[in-house]
């Protein structure tokens, strides 16, 4: 089946635009995530979503970062007024449900490059 | 606050050399342990995950991982490597009873034919 989907998978963008990063996750995972992977550094877990329970966005790095998920499936990762320092590979992940023993398929990110 | 450390950032190897990755965590309660790798231009995928049971866990092509919960420790360790093992190799730990995963800075495996 297919599996977690991300677009797009490159992104440039001027400092201050806008930016919305797309995530499709495998179809029935309740359970989604997105993490942030900077150059050198591990994944920085950013916000979850688990049914129609309140995500915890406790990762997010500022109030320029929001995240919505539609009718629990497809998440939208929004960062507005980017920065250079927002340039990273942003991931998403999915899971059966947020239980810790279901393991996390991760797409294969999107690429920012804040210019 | 809880960290993952994986104190090899790169690492090259010949063919047929053996490998240990170390990965230590700081946590004093219950936790799952996990690697995952990510092949060049592949996603990340699961490797090996620890629970509960034998400390000694068996993951795919090869790869093990013994948890040591006196060192805090989850290294990863394969007898003989293959230059297909090239790849970057993350570990993550989840705290008991909660969904969110800790990562470390991973690993560049480099392994040479």
């Known amino acids: 089946g297919a599996g977690v989907s991300q677009s797009p998978s490159n992104k440039v963008t001027e400092k201050g635009k806008d930016v919305e990063l797309r995530c499709d996750p495998i179809?029935?995972?309740?359970?989604l995530y997105w993490y942030r992977q900077s150059l050198g550094q591990g994944l920085e877990f950013l916000i979850y979503?688990?049914?129609?329970?309140?995500?915890?966005k406790s990762g997010l790095p500022s109030d320029r970062f929001s995240a919505e998920r539609t009718g629990g499936s497809v998440s939208t990762l929004t960062i507005q007024r980017t920065q250079q320092e927002d340039s990273a590979v942003y991931l998403c992940?999915?899971?059966?449900?947020?239980?810790?023993?279901?393991?996390?398929?991760f797409g294969p990110g999107t690429r920012l490059t804040v210019l | 606050a809880q960290s993952v450390s994986q104190h090899n950032h790169h690492v090259i190897l010949s063919e047929a050399a053996s490998l240990e990755l170390g990965c230590n965590y700081s946590?004093?309660?219950?936790?799952?342990l996990f690697w995952y790798v990510q092949y060049p231009g592949q996603h990340l995928q699961l490797l090996l995950k620890?629970?509960?049971?034998?400390?000694l866990v068996k993951g795919i092509k090869g790869f093990e991982a013994e948890f040591i919960k006196s060192k805090f420790s989850f290294n990863l360790r394969k007898p003989s490597v293959q230059w297909s093992d090239t790849a970057e190799y993350f570990c993550?730990?989840?705290?008991?009873?909660?969904?969110?995963?800790?990562f470390g800075t991973g690993t560049r495996l480099k392994v040479l034919a």
């Open positions: 992940a999915s899971s059966l449900g947020g239980g810790v023993g279901n393991e996390q398929f």
């Open positions: 179809s029935g995972h309740t359970a």
């Open positions: 979503f688990q049914g129609n329970s309140a995500p915890d």
């Open positions: 946590y004093g309660g219950t936790v799952n």
């Open positions: 620890y629970f509960s049971g034998d400390p």
């Open positions: 993550a730990v989840t705290l008991s009873g909660t969904y969110k995963y800790i």
